[in-house]
């Protein structure tokens, strides 16, 4: 599970990053960090960073190990270049440092769950380009095709459709461990089976059934007077078969 943390910057942060204006929210908008060498921590940091004096923020940022919420979803941040979409908009910045396969992956799985959370489709996804015209989230680009931003939307609509783990409760857990327990015992019990099992595989004195039907003196003719009780078994038939008798 992806972890979250929620790190809000204060509202007293330069250059009106966080303004504590609430807003209602109808879209997420996709943005890359264009940093290839930063973190979601690193992207946390340089919000309050002092010599960071650009008038930019966002609300989410997405790496290959976590998600840290700067500002809260419901409030507006500078994230779009538009006044629109910094308001009603919710500013999700991927990062383009190390994994960025399972980042990608992680930002599918962010992404989806506060569209569930919202009871949202993949119709309201937004590049910041389609508030702006900047090219971004510039690694799903592609020359103009659009083809990354294609494939995460689908990403993301296969994930509303999976179905969802969830967690077990207290008596869940109880039965569960319950069973567990029972599983054991019986694995232990079939272990305790198997070597009695091949207990009787083993060699063994002729049977007393074998002696009772056909005496001890066949038995004194055996070179080896031991074997399996299949090899008992075997050579009576074929005692039989032969007429011997005691």
Avoid at 67 to 74: G, H, R, V
Avoid at 178 to 205: C, D, F
Wanted: glycine share 6%.
């Amino acid at each position: 599970m992806l972890e979250y943390r929620i790190d809000h910057i204060p509202i007293s942060t330069p250059h009106r990053r966080r303004q504590g204006v609430r807003a209602e929210k109808a879209t997420i908008t996709i943005h890359n960090t264009g940093n290839e060498d930063s973190s979601a921590e690193n992207e946390r940091a340089w919000l309050t960073n002092p010599s960071n004096d650009r008038e930019a923020s966002w609300n989410i940022v997405v790496d290959e190990y976590r998600a840290i919420e700067a500002i809260s979803p419901d409030e507006k941040a500078l994230h779009a270049g538009d006044n629109t979409g910094n308001v009603t908009s919710i500013g999700v910045e991927i990062c383009e440092s190390g994994d960025y396969e399972k980042t990608l992956e992680n930002a599918v799985q962010l992404v989806a769950k506060m569209l569930k959370e919202r009871k949202w489709g993949v119709d309201r996804l937004r590049r910041h380009w389609d508030w702006s015209g900047k090219i971004c989230p510039r690694l799903m680009y592609d020359g103009g095709t659009w083809a990354g931003w294609i494939a995460f939307k689908n990403r993301v609509a296969a994930q509303l459709v999976a179905p969802e783990e969830e967690p077990m409760t207290g008596s869940e857990r109880n039965e569960f461990e319950k069973l567990q327990r029972k599983v054991e015992e019986q694995s232990s019990a079939i272990g305790t089976l198997v070597m009695r099992i091949m207990a009787i595989e083993e060699n063994v004195p002729a049977p007393k059934w074998f002696v009772t039907e056909f005496g001890v003196k066949v038995i004194g003719v055996i070179k080896e007077p031991t074997g399996t009780v299949d090899f008992w078994r075997s050579l009576a038939v074929s005692l039989r078969v032969h007429g011997f008798k005691k």
